[in-house]
């Protein structure tokens, strides 16, 4: 596919959503059109070349669970285990923050659809890195209309990484566990599960967000 096309079809679905924003209602097309303009845009990025991490990609990690949730988590980027099998937080940080979703009282699997800020593990001397500034800019017409087909009410930033790419400037110390709002929709900030910082202001600010559901 050229890369003309393919912004084509970015732009096509972008389009389509704008002209159809009252077709996600409560009938039973509303989930088939939602897969649909999912899946098309999970198959321009399994073959995206708009930066240079498709060269390490064994596989696009674009996201799991579940894409009718209210809360939407995006994470930095995928690391190896997620490389290898195509879901995020798969390996270590994501048994980490399983665990802590499911002690805040979260049912991780229903009530989530998670993601990352890149679709594909950064990499340097077969270690994980922090996608570069030009890597998130290059990934980030798929998050954006990964959150205009969700329609999430919150939003989960999960580490710095995540914040950065939100334009929010404040250091996660002033602002982990505090609602920001942006275009009507809840912005919680939240520690990295691999930040050191202590399990219980990670469960905390987790807490904090299953509050606001109610
Ligand atoms: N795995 C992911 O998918 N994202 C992260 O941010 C960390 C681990």
Redesign the pocket.
Known sequence: MTKSFKLWIINHISTDLIQNQNLKSENSFTGGYMKTKLEELENLAKTCQKCSLWKNRKNT?FSKGNENAKIMLI?????A??NKCG?????K??QL?NNLLIQAGFDPKQDIY?C?TVKCRPVKNDKDRKPTNEELHACNDYLQKQIEIIKPQIIIL??N??VKTFGIKDSMKQIHGKCILKNGIKLFPIY???ASVLNDIKLKDLKKIKENLR
């Open positions: 990690v994470g930095e980027a995928p690391g285990e997620e879901l995020p937080f798969v390996g940080s994501g923050l998670f990352n999960c580490g990484t995540a990295h599960p691999r």
